[in-house]
């Protein structure tokens, strides 16, 4: 597995959001982007998914052209190659924690009771696949998030300000579940954060500029 973007670009009307941005993530590696609010961290993540466009450039997935597919093919694309972990968890209210869990498996055709409860055990949700969501707190909404994006055993995992709504405690508990899974399962992730904890724990750290991606020079 290969992620590549080059010299990708992106404008919203006349106002370039990002320019030139070129990146290639390989299997099992651990990318985290920073930038200053606005940059368009959010949205280049978006791009490596396919659900946003832009306008130069091209961004790569296992050897496919994203910039070539339809949109069915985008979604097949996602479905099986790639899981999302975001700041908001977008858990479905009227599904237990299993069957949440259990939705990329479901959107792919298969059925797997056995690995939906082995990802609730791994992130440590083992006693509570009955529950409904809104009886979890925040930090075990969004380990139901880390269960889902991972279940289905996706190469590329896309994580945007997982810890942004939680405490610090909190967040170094799901920090550890996310990065710890992901590297048990071999995924490469990409992840856009403002949090310094979160992002030390990459195997890089680049920072977004309107102009590109640029290495990270922490300050001492």
């Known amino acids: 597995m290969s992620l590549v973007i080059q010299n990708l670009s992106k404008l919203y009307g006349e106002v370039p959001v990002f320019s030139h941005v070129s990146l290639q993530v390989a299997a099992?590696?651990?990318?985290?982007?920073?930038?200053?609010?606005?940059?368009?961290?959010?949205?280049?993540?978006n791009c490596m998914a396919g659900l946003d466009t832009w306008n130069d450039g091209s961004v790569t997935l296992d050897g496919q052209d994203?910039?070539?597919?339809?949109?069915?093919?985008?979604a097949?694309?996602?479905?099986?190659?790639?899981?999302?972990?975001?700041?908001?968890?977008?858990?479905?209210?009227?599904?237990s924690v299993a069957q949440n869990v259990a939705l990329p498996l479901m959107l792919l055709g298969c059925q797997d009771d056995a690995r939906v409860q082995a990802m609730l055990e791994a992130v440590g949700l083992q006693n509570l696949g009955e529950r409904l969501p809104q009886q979890l707190s925040g930090g075990q909404l969004q380990r139901v998030?880390?269960?889902?994006?991972?279940?289905?055993?996706?190469?590329?995992?896309?994580?945007d300000e997982p810890?942004?709504?939680?405490?610090?405690?909190?967040?170094d508990?799901?920090?550890?579940?996310?990065v710890g899974?992901?590297?048990?399962?071999?995924?490469?992730?990409?992840?856009?954060?403002?949090?310094?904890?979160?992002?030390?724990?990459?195997?890089?750290?680049?920072?977004?500029t309107a102009s590109g991606l640029v290495a990270h020079q922490p300050t001492a």
């Open 163 to 171: 810890t942004g709504n939680l405490d610090p405690s909190t967040a």
């Open 66 to 74: 994203l910039g070539t597919l339809n949109d069915d093919q985008l």
């Open 28 to 45: 099992g590696e651990f990318v985290a982007i920073i930038g200053e609010s606005g940059v368009g961290k959010s949205t280049l993540l």
């Open 76 to 95: 097949h694309l996602r479905r099986a190659k790639t899981g999302f972990v975001f700041q908001a968890f977008h858990v479905l209210p009227h599904l």
């Open 181 to 208: 899974q992901m590297r048990l399962s071999g995924a490469a992730m990409v992840l856009v954060t403002h949090s310094v904890a979160a992002a030390g724990r990459a195997d890089r750290v680049l920072r977004l």
């Open 145 to 159: 998030a880390i269960a889902r994006a991972l279940v289905h055993r996706p190469m590329l995992l896309l994580a």
């Open 173 to 178: 508990l799901v920090m550890d579940a996310l």
